[in-house]
């Protein structure tokens, strides 16, 4: 059998977004399950709209998803000489040829068409035929060059998703294959590379669907064998209507920069359209061995932000706090913060990944473990920070400062004692701990909090919370 091969191949004129995203995904995960190869190909020969800072975005965006393919990125611009030579063979061939008509009679022409409620289309006046006088070539028009389609019969797609898809040839007109300036267009290029680079299975949007019938012809009048198609339903947002960017994030790296684990993202865009009974969580390990083209349902699937949200905080609860600090600390260095400067991450992620749904929420937590500097919630401050905290906050300073070993192990019972000495309940010195020590009431439990803290920016709080409220109690 044949090597599945499989490619992803975007134009580089925006970010990645999340259907580019799922595209990817799809094709990468269907070429692991078949032991294939994942290509990635640049199609950049719109050189209007392409731009270095999109195909940036793109491989960024590949890699934060740790979408590794075997071969590329290849760009379509460096290629163009093999498109030359194509088109070269089929106008030899007689499947292509010059096509001489001006800018401004093809527009008359649509606008007849128009008028007579037909469709708009080329009408074949250059195409070569038996028994048929083309006209002498115009002086100083440079010509396209046109694909030569069948006229009759039809085309056939055994599409893995859609099921039988047929074209009738006639419904299609002989597209453009070269501009004037001689540069290829899209169709050609898609043809030559999806040939030239073996693949086997052509998975992407179902946008492209149109495309399609006229691909296989030029892989026909190649004398080649197309590959197989799965075109994708569309991506909705949550109201039904087109994903844009009204729905909020669409750019795969925002969602990067919103504090989702890739992990997150790639399980959330697995289920868009796709599914393996009622099963919501999908290992890497699990997506590449379960999922099918075959089984991605026909219909267009909706984006669901509180399921994105609700595996993010899934990942971030069970994955490596190892592998989650690498995200937690960019976040934190997004908020200014030098993750250096405080306890270790991992730490940090154990103790706060109950009360998390993304990296950003936790970096916001845990940023005061990292500066020296700390602002009271007022009203927070208000309540707890009060002169009846004073001497229960005098006493822990004091018991807190004998100690050495600064882990929350060793502090919980010295926590434990004050309590006990100073005869009060314990959230009566909890709830000052946290606001002295946080700003704020929400925090993990006060000798995790200690040690996350650090000995010497915590007793310098607890110091600051008592300045506090002597000035308060004055004021
Ligand atoms: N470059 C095309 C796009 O970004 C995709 C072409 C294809 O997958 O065949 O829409």
Known sequence: MKKIRTRFAPSPTGYLHIGGARTALFSYLYARRHGGDFILRIEDTDLERSTPESVNAILEGMAWLNLEYDEGPFYQTHRFDRYKEVIQQLLEAGHAYRCYMPREELDQLREAQMAAGEKPRY????????????????????PVIRFSNPKDGEVVIEDLVRGRVVIRNEELDDLIIARSDGTPTYNLTVVVDDFDMGITHVIRGDDHLNNTPRQINIFRAMGAEPPVYGHLPMILGPDGAKLSKRHGAVSVMQYHEEGYLPEALLNYLVRLGWSNGDQEVFSREEMMRLFDVKDVNQSASAINPDKLLWLNQHYIKTSDPAHVARYLGWQLGHLGVDPSEGPALED???????????????????????????????????????????????????????????????????????????????????????????????????????????RERSLARLQKAITFIVASKSA
């Open 123 to 142: 009408d074949g006046r250059w195409r070569p035929e038996a028994g048929k006088t083309l006209p002498a070539p115009p002086e100083g028009v440079q």
């Open 348 to 454: 940090v992620i154990v103790a706060l990944r109950e009360r998390s749904r993304t990296l950003v929420e936790m970096a916001q937590q845990a940023a005061c473990y990292f500066r020296d500097e700390l602002s009271y919630d007022e009203d927070a401050a208000a309540k707890h920070l009060t002169a009846e905290a004073e001497p229960v906050l005098r006493a822990a300073v004091e018991a807190l400062e004998a100690v050495s070993d600064w882990r929350a192990a060793e502090l919980e019972p010295v926590i434990k004692d004050v309590v006990k000495a100073v005869g009060v309940k314990f959230p009566m010195l909890a709830q000052p701990m946290r606001v002295a020590l946080v700003g704020s009431t929400a925090s993990p439990s006060i000798d995790v909090t200690l040690a996350l803290v650090g």
